[in-house]
């Protein structure tokens, strides 16, 4: 029991490793469980149609300059 055991684990992904590696997770569990299938197609169906409609709200409907209430929260100038 010395002192690397104290210590926390090192390891760490950055970047383009994690994103391969979550990839990678999503795969094999979309491929070895069934009912993660529906559950992984109905989430992104979800997600799809409110990233749809949220699209379509902001290009119907800009933001005005009127809308903005506090142009500078922090009274920077």
């Known amino acids: 029991m010395g002192p690397a055991s104290d210590s926390k684990s090192n390891t760490s992904l950055k970047g383009n490793a994690a994103l391969v590696i979550a990839l ?13 299938r529906w559950f992984f197609l109905i989430s992104a169906g979800i997600g799809l149609a409110v ?21 500078r929260p922090l009274g920077l100038s």
């Open 24 to 36: 990678g997770v999503v795969a094999i569990l979309l491929i070895a469980l069934p009912a993660y």
């Open 51 to 71: 990233a749809g409609i949220l699209f379509l709200w902001h290009k119907l409907r800009p933001i005005q300059e009127k809308d903005v209430e506090n142009k």
